[in-house]
């Protein structure tokens, strides 16, 4: 599942708009209850914050920030038509964001549309997102390749510049060339056009941790278990609570 998240910021600037529809009484009213949403969407109260949420983007439908949260609570709640539908038309509203394109990708993955994957894929891409955005992307279509047995795909769009840990370190860890024939020089064309390997990852230290799991997830199930076992084994050195990567790492020794 993506990483879906809302920066706090853009709370101001809905409030700014409730009033501004509904005036100072009812809009600083629904300003609340959205505000109370964000906090129970941190806290993973989402049919809680579900319940807030419906009346607001029904109410207000014109308010970017209201429907964006909605759809990450659908997204969370695994329902996702719904959650399509929101983030969607957040984006329109937003002029053509790309900020929750990851997300959006991701439940067109759950839903098996591959051309909408694609699509979606796409206009991210090109939007040149950088950072955790740009990373999180790259996690999901990682998966969506995956899911089509397009491992050498998945494992070249997160290799060389966009792993972490650094492809000469992950070498010396593993014992052996990372990726070997994956990288995105060897697999043409199209895989470059897909990886966008010209830009780097800048990403903080969670995402990090997200992106090496991912590619070590995909080593294992493409049959590489000496990288597999290097990359959990970098993140178990760095977190060993981190998803369940103590468990594979004792699976991949067993």
């Known amino acids: 599942m993506a990483k879906s ?13 409730l009033v501004h529809i509904f005036g100072e009484k009812r809009g600083t009213r629904l300003s609340n209850q959205l505000r109370e949403a964000g906090t129970l969407f941190g806290s993973e109260r989402y049919l809680d914050a579900q319940r807030l949420l419906a009346p607001i983007a029904q109410q207000a439908p014109e308010v970017a920030e209201a429907r964006e949260l909605y759809g990450l609570v659908l997204y969370r709640l695994g329902k996702w038509h719904k959650a399509v539908r929101e983030l ?12 929750q394109h ?24 090109i939007s040149a997102p950088t950072g955790d955005l ?36 992950a070498d ?27 830009q780097k990852a800048q990403c903080s230290p969670e995402t990090s941790l997200r992106l090496v799991y991912m590619l070590g997830d995909l080593y294992d199930r493409s049959g590489e278990i000496p990288r597999a076992t290097a ?4 993140i178990a050195d760095r977190d060993l609570d981190f998803a369940d990567v103590a468990d594979r790492l004792h699976e991949l020794s067993g």
């Open 172 to 198: 010396t860890t593993a014992g052996t060339s990372v990726g070997k024939g994956t990288t995105a020089d060897s697999t043409g064309s199209d895989s470059s056009r897909k990886t966008g390997k010209h």
């Open 134 to 169: 740009a990373a999180e992307g790259r996690i999901v279509y990682s998966s969506a390749l995956a899911d089509q047995g397009k491992f050498a795909e998945a494992i070249a769009l997160l290799e060389n510049d966009w792993l972490p840990i650094g492809k000469a370190n």
């Open 102 to 125: 990851p997300v959006i990708c991701d439940c067109y993955r759950a839903l098996g549309l591959g051309e909408k994957v694609e699509e979606t894929w796409e206009e991210f891409r």
């Open 88 to 99: 969607e038309t957040f984006s329109n509203l937003a002029g053509g964001s790309t900020e």
């Open 5 to 17: 998240q809302r920066p706090a910021t853009k709370q101001a600037k809905a409030e700014t708009q």
């Open 231 to 234: 990359l959990f084994q970098w």
